[in-house]
């Protein structure tokens, strides 16, 4: 019952250059090495705490039971008294995960998601998405599942403050549709001057374990799914905020849990987008659990570089 309680902020740590802060409405900022190179801006944390809605994990399912569907938009304040719920935080005593639950005792489905870091893959949001009774037909759930407000490579921390609008401009979100890789970058450099300023990064992100129907690179059709409205796939975005959504139709006649993951990824070169798309083309399970290996592997570092020092 944390959401009883005002929000209050949080740190997650990495063995590797990662730097990460959230706030325990959701709300976060994250990226490797400094601010220069960020995933979501870098803000102060009211700004954060109150950004949970645009910035950040974003989650929508359409439950289909007994010829009717319920909108569930877990973590959201749209939804304050609409079900009855339970919100859960836990933390690894390492620092290195946290994870988000919420049971909603009406649909009997429980949701959870978790950060995490790795370092070779970047950023890693796990979701679980599980059935709690044996006698609830819940049949089918649609699922609109990703993160929103992402930045491109090359936005400097005073562009992120002070220029946050005319840094959409320049934006440019691109998906590869084979793989469903979003890559997310700048027209150019955000500049006055009369003089070549490309930008020749990118910021990266896909995700493994469900069957992608439609992909969005943006926010502008989450209404549209809210009202259970048929979505088009996004191919090409400009000038807009950037995001990325995953959607798809989890079956629960045949199992009573599934689960994802979504992963990005910042200042990525021409080549290191090729690596990605080479991964992708790959079988998907070896790819999850890879992934999830990794994130293990960061956790069992940073236990060792604090036993090395006065841990």
Do not use: M
Not at 21 to 38: D, M, P, V, Y
């Amino acid at each position: 019952n944390f959401d009883a309680i005002p929000p209050f902020f949080i740190s997650l740590v990495s063995s590797s250059d990662h730097w990460f802060f959230i706030s325990s409405t959701g709300g976060l900022s994250a990226g490797r090495k400094n601010i220069e190179r960020a995933l979501f801006p870098y803000y102060t944390e009211d700004k954060l705490s109150e950004n949970s809605e645009n910035t950040g994990a974003k989650t929508i399912f359409l439950v289909n039971r007994e010829n009717q569907t319920w909108v569930w938009e877990p973590f959201s304040i749209r939804q304050i008294g609409a079900y009855s719920t339970e919100r859960n935080l836990y933390k690894n005593i390492a620092g290195t995960t946290l994870i988000f639950e919420e049971i909603n005792h009406d649909l009997a489905l429980t949701f959870r998601y978790a950060w995490r870091t790795s370092e070779k893959f970047g950023f890693v949001k796990t979701s679980w998405l599980s059935n709690d009774s044996s006698t609830a037909s819940t049949s089918q759930v649609e699922v609109l599942d990703g993160i929103q407000n992402i930045l491109p490579a090359n936005v400097s921390s005073s562009i992120q403050v002070n220029f946050s609008c005319l840094q959409d401009a320049y934006k440019r979100s691109e998906l590869e549709v084979e793989t469903g890789l979003g890559i997310f970058v700048l027209n150019s450099i955000v500049s006055d001057r009369a003089e070549p300023s490309e930008s020749f990064l990118a910021t990266t992100v896909f995700q493994v374990g469900l069957e992608g129907r439609n992909y969005l690179l943006s926010s502008l059709q989450l209404d549209q799914f809210r009202r259970a409205k048929d979505l088009a796939t996004e191919t090409e975005i400009r000038g807009q905020r950037s995001a990325y959504f995953v959607q798809a139709t989890l079956d629960f006649s045949g199992t009573s849990k599934y689960t994802w993951h979504i992963v990005a990824d910042v200042c990525q070169d021409g080549a290191e987008v090729v690596k990605t798309l080479g991964l992708l083309k790959k079988d998907h399970t070896l790819l999850y659990n890879e992934i999830e290996e990794d994130t293990i592997d960061n956790t069992a570092q940073i236990t060792e570089i604090v036993a090395s020092s006065d841990g």
